[in-house]
Each structure stands twice: as structure tokens, then as C-alpha cells.
């Protein structure tokens, strides 16, 4: 295949033919430049789906795999016993290069997968894509903390947390230190497997 001849190019190569005005790509954060796909994404919630649409939980499970395949749908929740889709997706409006979706494709799709919801009474808003979704994910403001079996949060934060981190950095020490010593022991017993420099 002449590859020089051939009209595969990446997806951004592609969209820059195509037109897309591409806005606020990069995001300043702790010192770094990073590349964001979304900036300003829409979160759409439908409330009082029927139960007989949503048939069971594992219907629902398997709607919401169906809504996540699509390339504009970023998340998908579909909650049964809520009777609930609440829906992350890239609208159309958006000034990025990934693909995007209205909000009555979103209602269409779902009538055809035998859901039918009503557009005018869904919740829809739009969300900051890098702090409220991205950052939520990958940089939470606290992480969760469970003691051990046997203790209370209390007791694991009045001392024996600082004692277990200690004694987990001395064994570390020592299993370093055994391996290094079994490891120049292997070589002298094994001459013909030493490193020769």
C-alpha cells in the first residue's frame, strides 16, 4: 500500500478540513498545558420514565451500555428504580472537532430503543466538561478513607495510621535490602550471568 497515495489522516487532520472552529483546546492547570476534547458539554435529565419502557433493571443496564456506544454521548446513567436518564453529550452547538448530537437525537434515539420521553420536560443545562466532570474524576478535592477491620476512623487517625505507614516503610527497606543481598549472592554462585561492562 503506497501510503503517500492514501487519504488516511487522523481524526484532527480530517476535522480541520471539514471546518470546525476549534476554541480554548488547551487548559492552564497546576503549571501544565493540557489538550481538552470538551470544554462546555450538556447534561440532560429525564424524569418519570415509564417502568414499562425501562421492562427491568437489566434492560435499563443494557440502554445505558446502547446511549454510551454513541461516540457525542460522554456519560450515561439510567437508573430503574428512579426512573431516570440523565445524559452527558457533546450538543451541537459545541466549537469542538468530536462528534456532536442534538437534544432530540438523543430523544429519538431513546424512542427507538422503545423509550419515549418528553424533550420540553427534561432538565438540561450546560456544564463545564474540565471542572465538573473531568477534574471530579481525576482530581478529587479528598479522597475517602476507611480504617482497617477491627478499628474506628478515630482510632485509625489517632496514631496508628503514622504507626502502620512507618513500619510499611521499614519493611519495604528490608525487603529491598534482602533482595540486593540475595541478588549479589545469585551472581557470585552464577559468575557467568553477571553483567559484563
Same mark, same amino acid.
Given at each position: 500500500?503506497? =501510503?503517500?497515495?492514501?487519504?488516511? !489522516?487522523?481524526?484532527?487532520a480530517? %476535522?480541520?478540513d471539514?471546518g470546525?472552529?476549534? =476554541?480554548?483546546?488547551?487548559?492552564?492547570?497546576?503549571?501544565?498545558?493540557?489538550?481538552? +476534547?470538551y470544554?462546555?458539554?450538556? *447534561? /440532560?435529565?429525564?424524569?418519570?420514565? !415509564?417502568?414499562? $419502557?425501562?421492562v427491568?433493571? @437489566?434492560?435499563?443496564? !443494557?440502554? *445505558?451500555?446502547? &446511549? #454510551?456506544?454513541?461516540? +457525542? #454521548?460522554?456519560?450515561?446513567?439510567?437508573?430503574?428504580?428512579?426512573?431516570?436518564?440523565?445524559?452527558?453529550?457533546?450538543? @451541537?452547538?459545541?466549537?469542538? !472537532?468530536?462528534?456532536?448530537? %442534538? &437534544? *432530540?437525537? #438523543?430523544?429519538?434515539?431513546?424512542? %427507538?430503543?422503545? /423509550?419515549?420521553?418528553?424533550?420540553?420536560?427534561?432538565?438540561?443545562?450546560?456544564?463545564?466538561?474540565?471542572? %465538573?466532570?473531568?477534574?471530579?474524576?481525576?482530581?478529587?478535592?479528598? /479522597?475517602?478513607?476507611? +480504617?482497617?477491620?477491627?478499628?474506628?476512623?478515630?482510632?485509625?487517625?489517632?496514631?496508628?495510621?503514622?504507626?502502620? $505507614?512507618?513500619?510499611?516503610?521499614?519493611? $519495604?527497606k528490608?525487603? &529491598?535490602?534482602?533482595? &540486593?543481598?540475595? *541478588?549479589?549472592?545469585?551472581?557470585? @554462585?552464577?559468575?557467568?550471568?553477571?553483567? =559484563?561492562?
Amino acid at each position: 500500500m503506497d =501510503k503517500g497515495k492514501s487519504d488516511y !489522516r487522523s481524526f484532527y487532520a480530517k %476535522s480541520r478540513d471539514v471546518g470546525a472552529e476549534v =476554541k480554548d483546546e488547551y487548559v492552564e492547570d497546576n503549571g501544565g498545558r493540557y489538550l481538552v +476534547p470538551y470544554r462546555k458539554v450538556r *447534561q /440532560v435529565v429525564f424524569r418519570g420514565v !415509564r417502568k414499562e $419502557e425501562l421492562v427491568d433493571p @437489566e434492560h435499563a443496564a !443494557r440502554l *445505558q451500555y446502547r &446511549l #454510551i456506544l454513541m461516540e +457525542p #454521548i460522554l456519560l450515561a446513567a439510567v437508573d430503574f428504580d428512579e426512573r431516570e436518564i440523565g445524559v452527558f453529550y457533546n450538543p @451541537e452547538e459545541a466549537t469542538n !472537532r468530536n462528534e456532536r448530537i %442534538s &437534544l *432530540q437525537g #438523543i430523544v429519538d434515539f431513546l424512542a %427507538s430503543e422503545g /423509550v419515549h420521553v418528553d424533550s420540553k420536560g427534561a432538565e438540561s443545562k450546560e456544564v463545564d466538561y474540565y471542572a %465538573s466532570v473531568y477534574g471530579y474524576y481525576h482530581n478529587p478535592k479528598s /479522597v475517602r478513607e476507611r +480504617p482497617p477491620y477491627g478499628y474506628t476512623l478515630d482510632e485509625w487517625k489517632s496514631g496508628l495510621k503514622e504507626r502502620y $505507614e512507618k513500619g510499611m516503610a521499614g519493611a $519495604e527497606k528490608k525487603k &529491598l535490602k534482602e533482595w &540486593l543481598e540475595w *541478588q549479589a549472592g545469585f551472581e557470585k @554462585e552464577h559468575p557467568e550471568l553477571a553483567k =559484563k561492562e
